[in-house]
């Protein structure tokens, strides 16, 4: 499966953005999908997943309550809204696809990457 992420941009602290991830191919309903963020010096670390249904979301405590994360199969597509953005918000945004159907927070786990999509938080 080819993934494309896309949305975002420049927002000031306190913004919304939202992302999409769109796949490509007939398979997208079988994977685990998640959303991971890497900032300049940092490592990649999870943001959030998905299971394939959509029926099972789970986030990093760092944005939990202030991010969802969806999906929308039917479209081949993946979201996530982000709420009351902040500086520390700031890296590029990856969406990947997991043969782990519940999704997982472990990189290691996905075997399909997205290009990335710079989300830049203003303070």
């Known amino acids: 499966v080819q993934l494309q992420a896309s949305g975002g941009g420049l927002v000031q602290a306190g913004g919304s953005l939202r992302l999409s991830c769109a796949a490509s191919g007939r398979t997208f309903g079988s994977y685990g999908m998640g959303w991971f963020r890497q900032a300049p010096g940092l490592e990649r670390e999870f943001v959030a997943g998905?299971?394939?249904?959509?029926?099972?979301?789970f986030y990093a405590d760092s944005v939990k309550g202030r991010f969802t994360i969806s999906r929308d199969n039917a479209k081949n597509t993946m979201y996530l809204q982000m709420n009351n953005l902040k500086p520390e918000d700031t890296a590029i945004y990856y969406c990947a696809a997991t043969g782990m159907i519940r999704g997982s927070t472990d990189s290691m786990d996905y075997d399909y990457w997205g290009q990335g999509t710079l989300v830049t938080v203003s303070s």
């Open positions: 998905v299971s394939w249904s959509g029926g099972s979301t």
